[in-house]
């Protein structure tokens, strides 16, 4: 059926980039990283010229979910709530070694990774990244969901 | 007033609720007991002492070496402009004290962190609830006998069984 | 089941509880404020902290006391080398250490470019979540500039670890005086044009004066002290009345307010970056040339190493740029030499013994900074206000306690009296001016 999946590849091809050039994100800010994100979206790093610099600051109306800073025990819950009422198809950046890993924290309070509690598609090391650094990870993610391919098991005859 | 006629006056303002002066790295520290530590601070409060800020309100924990926790208060006049310590030792079988909670109004939230961290009670304290740790966090992190590294995850996190 | 917090245990039954909160945009972070309404009208509220809570105190515990000062850098991390100089500043006290002066004058110079972009970042925020998103961008404008003088010198742009005990890390970059220069040149065009957009703005002046308004005795009693203090009146600044560094022999005013409002912290704010830029010039201007090491009789590492199996080195080393402004020419004029608290010079350490052994015995565990047995509160003005650290020592190289004395927790703790009465939009503004950093409340 190879007229079906010309098809097919094209719609993907045209969705991923349709996708990746409209992310509209959520930061969920806490810490230190907070204020390399707001460089990253300000004048000197636009963020928007990569078109994801549209800030939504619900998560019902955002498929990004950008993680900045440490996320505690404490708050672990709300960062599943906030990731469990965004809306499918969603991305997770971790942005900052306190989100990959618990950064320089290792204690009783900090959880060590968020993907110990959420699935989360690109990380950015760095205490705190580099907005550059930023940028390239987004440019990473973008990079994924242009290659995201779509489910098309109910077109095709069994 | 001086840093001499300063002491004397605190002397015998305290009388016998003073245990002892300490010179620690140029500051003056008070040494006090604990059931007269509300009293004492609420005459510090008024001329002519006139510490009118409660800057600072901790805790060290002494409990395994000497069986006490040691509460520290930083007093800062600002007409005088000179800076105060006191300090007062709990048991560390049953730490409870006097709450502050009436003098000064930030005292609320540093006893609930002191209670947080330490375990410390403040007797006649309105809402004495964790500050910084979560309703459900067993124990109390600062003290030396909370291992640095023990987590309590709230929901259950991934690599956990 | 949680137990109830106290204000669902005082709700009445025909009011609506809101959330405000842990994640919301305007709430810097993560405090989580609930509301009880009538309304749009705030009958009651509640302020729950402790999301970021770190382990900051615990965590000092278990480390050298030149380990941990990467923690000190992101405690309040707007104004990171603010953090560092009052951690080392209280170490040094114990020790009873003098810096050089030309250290003092670097950290005067840091500090002050800390302070200014700590304004910058809270006005910037106040501003944009009350609407007025140019501000929020020419703020952060002016704040790149800062942070690319801060990153030529340090290495870092926010956290840097640079203010060191006993000194500092590195001597200023080559051409320090140009990008000082230009920073100083960006923020004060940036402060003109944010006052002349906000300062007598009506809509930004009808949501912040007469909102959140503390008085005098209320702000004392809840152990008030920068910015949001100088607002209702009075005076107080560690700079001025506890002074600290070179400060006494410094030029600059401090700004009060009147009426204890958000437009009065505002103003308060926007007029202490002037200050602070009145500093820095003046600074600049004492700051001596070092003199260029030059290329000069430098030898190239390897053969100072082969040469150092048989003779002592005895010419400068040429050592990796990342090193460079930290040479061992450089090194008295940056670090208190005794005691010996800084890290040995790397020429030293790596061509001969006797250097190697010193580099060691200053990290190896156990030995290293270990500062006399006792207790020493120092505090700086930080930007938010009187930041001091309590440090109980042991005699060890780990400190037996560590406390920081947060300003902002001390601001957010008067959160629910400000805004009780009020509308659901003056919580914005109110918190907006009280520049809550959340590492520096929860530690």
Not at chain 2, 134 to 153: A, N
Not at chain 3, 11 to 38: F, K, Q
Not at chain 3, 422 to 439: C, E, H, K, Q, Y
């Amino acid at each position: 059926m190879s007229g079906f999946d010309f098809l097919a590849t094209r719609f993907e091809t045209a969705l991923g980039w349709g996708r990746k050039f409209s992310l509209f994100h959520y930061p969920f800010i806490t810490a230190c990283c907070g204020m390399e994100y707001m460089s990253t979206a300000c004048a000197h790093f636009d963020i928007d010229r990569f078109g994801a610099g549209l800030t939504r600051f619900s998560p019902r109306q955002a498929d990004l979910l950008l993680v900045v800073g440490t996320i505690s025990h404490k708050l672990a819950p709300v960062l599943r709530t906030v990731y469990d009422q965004m809306l499918e198809p969603k991305w997770v950046i971790a942005f900052g070694a306190c989100t990959v890993s618990g950064g320089i924290y290792q204690n009783y309070a900090v959880v060590q990774g968020i993907d110990r509690v959420i699935p989360v598609d690109v990380y950015i090391p760095g205490c705190p990244p580099r907005p550059e650094m930023v940028l390239d990870g987004l440019l990473k993610l973008q990079d994924k969901i242009q290659h995201q391919k779509q489910d098309w098991r109910w077109a095709r005859k069994p | 007033m001086g840093q001499e006629t300063l002491i004397d006056a605190l002397r015998t303002q305290l009388g016998p609720a003073l245990e002892g002066i300490a010179d620690s790295f140029g500051d003056v520290v008070l040494l006090l007991r604990a059931e007269s530590v509300r009293p004492a601070l609420a005459a510090l409060r008024e001329a002519p002492f006139d510490y009118a800020m409660l800057l600072d309100l901790t805790c060290v924990d002494f409990a395994a070496s000497e069986g006490r926790y040691e509460l520290v208060y930083h007093l800062y006049s600002l007409s005088r402009n000179v800076r105060l310590r006191l300090k007062a030792s709990v048991p560390a079988g049953h730490p409870s004290i006097a709450t502050l909670v009436g003098l000064w109004k930030n005292a609320e939230w540093l006893e609930r962190e002191v209670f947080d961290m330490f375990g410390v009670r403040f007797d006649g304290h309105p809402y004495l609830r964790r500050l910084l740790t979560y309703e459900g966090f067993e124990g109390h992190p600062l003290r030396k006998s909370y291992p640095w590294r023990l987590e309590q995850p709230r929901i259950p996190l991934k690599d956990d069984v | 089941m949680e137990p109830l917090t106290r204000i669902q245990q005082q709700a009445r039954p025909e009011s609506m509880l809101l959330n405000m909160g842990p994640s919301h945009p305007a709430m810097h972070g993560t405090i989580r404020v609930m509301l009880e309404l009538d309304a749009e009208k705030i009958l009651n509220a509640e302020v729950e902290v402790g999301y970021l809570h770190r382990g900051f105190e615990k965590t000092c515990e278990n480390k050298s006391y030149f380990n941990l000062l990467i923690y000190t850098d992101r405690l309040n991390y707007v104004s990171p080398l603010i953090n560092n100089l009052g951690y080392c500043m209280t170490v040094e006290k114990m020790f009873g250490a003098q810096v050089p002066e030309r250290a003092q004058l670097i950290r005067v110079l840091m500090s002050e470019l800390s302070r200014i972009s700590d304004h910058l970042t809270c006005l910037a925020a106040m501003a944009m979540e009350s609407g007025a998103f140019t501000v929020f961008l020419y703020m952060m404008k002016a704040r790149e500039y800062l942070w690319d003088t801060i990153e030529f010198t340090t290495g870092a742009r926010m956290t840097t670890s640079y203010i060191r005990i006993g000194g500092v890390r590195t001597d200023l970059h080559a051409d320090w005086r140009a990008s000082l220069a230009m920073a100083v040149r960006e923020t004060r065009k940036v402060l003109k044009d944010v006052s002349g957009l906000l300062d007598k703005n009506s809509i930004f002046v009808g949501r912040t004066r007469g909102v959140g308004i503390i008085s005098r005795e209320d702000a004392l009693s809840y152990g008030w002290t920068g910015p949001g203090l100088r607002s209702t009146g009075i005076p107080y600044d560690v700079r001025k009345a506890h002074p600290y560094l070179l400060y006494d022999r410094l030029n600059f005013e401090v700004p009060v307010g009147e009426a204890g409002d958000n437009y009065d912290r505002y103003i308060v704010r926007m007029r202490e970056m002037e200050q602070s830029l009145r500093i820095l010039e003046q600074v600049a201007a004492l700051i001596p040339d070092s003199a260029p090491l030059g290329p000069g009789p430098a030898v190239e590492p390897e053969e100072a190493l082969r040469r150092s199996r048989t003779a002592r080195a005895m010419e400068p080393v040429r050592l990796s740029p990342n090193l460079e402004g930290s040479e061992k020419a450089r090194l008295a004029g940056l670090t208190c030499q005794e005691p010996p608290l800084a890290v040995p010079a790397k020429e030293e350490t790596y061509t001969s013994m006797e250097g190697l052994i010193s580099h060691f015995l200053f990290f190896m565990a156990g030995k290293g900074i270990r500062p006399p047995k006792g207790e020493a509160y120092f505090s700086v003005e930080g930007g938010n206000g009187e930041l001091g650290f309590y440090i109980v020592s042991d005699g060890s190289d780990k400190p037996y306690r560590l406390h920081l004395r947060a300003p902002c927790f001390h601001l957010v703790a008067a959160l629910e009296q400000l805004i009780k009465g009020r509308l659901i939009a003056d919580v914005i503004p109110t918190f907006g001016s009280m520049n809550m950093i959340g590492g520096e409340l929860d530690r």
